[in-house]
């Protein structure tokens, strides 16, 4: 390493810790946190410091991985992570600031790469002190509450000097990032030295939030030799103590074989690092495409900026280019697609002091990232904290498997769908197919909760069966890294324009299921002669249905596609794709259970320009639409011993029918997407005495701005059989939602066969139940649900028959905020909630039963 030097003799700092417990806002464990580290100076290899001597005994954790996800303590977790470097600031009190940025935007998870050159200036020699102090670092990220991807390499990238190696490797003999034994020699000796640090603040041993480690760093040598070299890295990092699962960012290298790791992701910049047009996207990738069977999908890298060489156009120009929008596309088609663990590089880039950065880059390493250099919050950040939120308030996202979706009725929309194998929610993701568009399209979508996984879903004819009749040069293939998602690993394609395939077929249904991809182009449709549909090819999903038809009279028909011979400005080719034919029957051939969504005349789904919707849908209970509101919690209070969760589920209702008002005059019924609340400044739910709550947990898709609002949490008085008001100013009998943070939600808790006193609001159900009866339009107020008339005029309500009902209740006494927050709701067997662009934030309070006041701890997977 060359420019600032330090010698031997600098000192490490003794630092006493001690043990505490710390809820963890990820929702799946309480971490502990600290440990004691006594001075030592920079040593050379080999001396050893004391042990450290908890006050208290700390609690492990288990941190495993399955298909899905990760699992801490048994409970899945989705990883939300981003990347920071220590040493891009070399300000030990601002390490803190930046983790508890990164948690307020969201995120659960930092990812940290250490840089062997920076704390070794000469063979034997390793300072842990002041600006390297790495036991530092990982008590702050603990402290703020992140769990911690650890990436000690040996070699890193990171745009530093020869990749993190020490200056003095490269007077050594033998080759580097090989298993070398000379290599390996000081390759072992920096580990050693790392990895002591890294395991005392592992999580699996309670001391600490790492809660996974990276074994090297984008190494792709698949050959024998590249395999030995990593399995000596992975019995190393075994032997110094490393417990948590073994990670990488190969891009699948070393999912199998010797030195195969426990989780092997891709690292995606779709957007490269050519800054110079901001304006100019790139189509969005598909990082599912080589994911193996037994192991989550997980990003370790996907883009949150790009660096900026020397005569580049400058980070704001980066920024630009890496900006809200295209967080809210891109990392949203990667839950599309079933990533439960993404890491953004960078979440804060810092500066290249020094000599630390390599020669192409100058002192600024900005990156355009979500908190930039100076420390300033650029757009990106609000974006990240309403996805993030999101990805820790809906449990059920963090196990789904691929659907198939009905195309939405706007051919330049795609819907890319996927289901929740134990509650049946069910995600849909929309964008544009081409996503460089910036038009504007409304759409209506279908949702059916009769669809089952893809894994379980079989089609009439794969597409090399005889009953497709290809004409032209189409290739046929099977088995290749591609295909890997298509049914039966076989797929047929063609670029050529009018190269076809015919399909004769009896029924009264048809469906093209078909890949898409960025270099697929445009095809033409015809259905007994006639063309009916004009298709975009593109996009990123397997076993799509690119095409379907239903309400054919029953008989014998003819299905033609036709290769077309262009395609969208977001791709690259003309390729159009056959992977199945199906003739759909019986109850695969009826109509959605929700055939239109939105449902209410007159409303739509709109994507303005570079946009993208999460369309959260569960086949029971409530779910709601929350716009941003700011509790009375306090930061630092802790639940007491009694505390509740506050959203529960509710059980399926024992009868079809609920009557639900909304207040200040609106109407009852869908709520436009694109509504513009006033203000809402008071939350109250309210229940029976004496009823037994449901406290299973309950799946919630929600929305939120990251706008300021105000909520006050009150009691509901009501009245028992003897006509006695109960409840006054006694939180024992209501269920009270809080909100932990500004971006949050409120929503309701469950009562068997037992409605609330009141209920209000300013929107209307997301999704009417078939058959429900609409009440009169209501003027501002409450209204009681007791069966008796309602309180405020025209609200003449019946009782909604096995579910508790919230109260959201628009206080005239406040001044009015524009966007401020507001809720949409139904109970029903189904519901459907819409999530805008600005969407996905909320998390859930905890609120003790003795005083009206709730933590700022939250608890999602009580959700």
Not at 38 to 49: H, I, K, L
Not at 94 to 121: C, E
Not at 283 to 309: C, K, M, N, T
Request: glycine fraction near 10%; proline fraction near 7%; charged fraction near 20%.
């Amino acid at each position: 390493m060359r420019g600032n030097r330090i010698s031997s003799e600098v000192m490490r700092p003794g630092r006493g810790r001690r043990w505490r417990a710390v809820l963890s806002t990820a929702a799946t464990i309480a971490l502990a946190a600290g440990m004691s580290a006594p001075a030592a100076a920079a040593r050379d290899v080999g001396a050893q410091a004391p042990a450290a001597a908890p006050a208290v005994s700390p609690r492990a954790h288990t941190v495993s991985i399955d298909g899905y996800s990760f699992l801490v303590d048994g409970k899945r977790t989705y990883l939300w992570s981003g990347e920071f470097h220590y040493f891009r600031l070399p300000s030990p009190d601002l390490w803190r600031d930046i983790f508890q940025k990164m948690k307020a935007a969201g995120f659960n998870s930092t990812s940290l790469y250490f840089d062997w050159g920076y704390h070794s200036p000469k063979p034997g020699v390793y300072d842990f002190s002041g600006v390297r102090d790495v036991d530092k670092l990982l008590d702050m990220a603990e402290e703020a509450g992140l769990y911690v991807i650890a990436r000690p390499a040996p070699y890193i990238n990171a745009e530093v000097d020869s990749g993190g190696l020490p200056g003095w490797l490269t007077t050594k003999a033998g080759n580097n990032r090989s298993d070398d034994p000379r290599f390996l020699k000081y390759a072992d000796e920096w580990l050693t030295q790392i990895d002591r640090i890294i395991a005392r603040h592992q999580l699996t041993n309670g001391t600490g939030s790492v809660i996974a480690y990276q074994v090297e760093n984008e190494y792709y040598n698949g050959s024998a030799a590249g395999h030995s070299y990593m399995k000596h890295l992975e019995d190393k990092a075994r032997a110094d103590g490393i417990t948590v699962p073994l990670t990488g960012n190969n891009n699948g290298t070393f999912n199998s074989g010797i030195g195969a790791l426990d989780v092997d992701g891709p690292d995606s910049y779709p957007q490269g690092f050519d800054c110079s047009n901001p304006s100019k996207w790139n189509g969005v990738p598909d990082i599912s495409y080589d994911h193996p069977a037994g192991r989550p999908l997980y990003s370790p890298e996907f883009q949150g900026g790009a660096f900026d060489p020397w005569g580049g156009p400058g980070y704001d120009k980066c920024a630009q280019l890496i900006n809200d929008q295209f967080a809210n596309v891109f990392y949203k088609q990667n839950i599309a697609v079933g990533a439960t663990a993404q890491s953004f590089y960078m979440t804060y880039g810092g500066t290249n002091w020094g000599w630390l950065g390599m020669p192409q880059n100058y002192t600024s390493y900005d990156y355009g990232a979500a908190i930039r250099e100076n420390r300033q919050l650029d757009p990106k950040y609000d974006e990240d904290k309403l996805i993030g939120y999101f990805t820790q308030s809906v449990a059920p996202l963090t196990k789904t498997e691929t659907i198939r979706a009905t195309p939405p009725d706007d051919s330049a929309v795609v819907d890319t769908a996927r289901m929740n194998p134990d509650t049946r929610t069910q995600f849909h993701v929309l964008r544009h197919g081409n996503s460089t568009s910036t038009a504007v399209d409304k759409t209506h979508i279908a949702v059916d909760f009769n669809a089952q996984p893809s894994a379980d879903t079989t089609y009439t004819w794969d597409d090399p069966d005889s009953a497709l009749q290809y004409t032209g040069s189409w290739s046929h293939v099977a088995d290749q890294s591609y295909t890997g998602g298509d049914y039966k690993h076989t797929e047929s394609f063609s670029n050529k324009a009018g190269d076809s395939v015919t399909v004769p077929f009896d029924g009264t249904a048809i469906r093209w299921i078909g890949s898409k991809t960025n270099n697929h182009g445009n095809a033409d449709v015809y259905l007994d002669g006639t063309k009916v549909a004009t298709v975009d090819d593109s996009g990123s999903e397997n076993q799509a249905v690119v095409f379907q038809k239903t309400g054919l009279p029953d008989g014998a028909h003819t299905l033609k596609i036709v290769v077309d011979g262009s395609h969208s400005s977001g791709s690259t080719d003309d390729y159009v794709a056959i992977d199945a034919i199906d003739v759909p029957t019986g109850t695969a051939a009826a109509e959605p259970t929700y055939p239109v969504v939105p449902q209410q005349p007159g409303t739509a789904i709109t994507l303005d320009g570079r946009d993208s919707h999460v369309i959260v849908a569960t086949d029971f209970g409530v779910l709601g639409s929350v716009r941003s509101v700011e509790s009375e919690a306090r930061p630092g209070e802790e639940p007491a011993e009694d505390a509740v969760p506050v959203l529960q589920r509710l059980e399926p209702p024992a009868e079809q029918g609920l009557q639900f008002a909304e207040g200040a005059g609106g109407q009852v019924g869908q709520a436009p997407l694109d509504v513009r609340p006033q203000a809402l400044d008071r939350v109250e739910l309210g229940r029976i005495p004496g009823q037994q709550d449901h406290r299973q947990p309950f799946p919630l898709g929600h929305e939120c701005l990251h706008r300021l609002g105000g909520v006050g949490v009150q009691p509901v008085p009501h009245h028992d059989q003897r006509g006695l008001e109960q409840v006054v100013g006694a939180i024992q009998e209501v269920d009270v939602v809080a909100l932990a943070e500004r971006a949050a939600l409120a929503l309701a808790a469950g009562v068997p066969a037992q409605p609330v006193t009141q209920a209000g609001g300013q929107a209307g159900p997301v999704a009417q139940q078939p058959g429900h009866r609409e009440p009169s339009p209501a003027a501002t107020g409450h209204f009681d649900l007791r069966g008796d008339a309602a309180s405020a005029p025209g609200a003449a309500l019946g009782r909604p028959t096995g579910h508790a009902r919230f109260v959201l209740e628009a206080d005239e006494r406040a001044s009015r905020r524009p966007e401020g927050f507001t809720s949409c709701q139904v109970a029903s067997r189904h519901a459907v909630i819409a999530s805008s662009s600005r969407s996905a934030a909320g998390r859930a309070g905890i609120c003790t039963l003795k005083p009206i006041r709730c933590s700022s701890r939250v608890t999602p997977e009580t959700l």
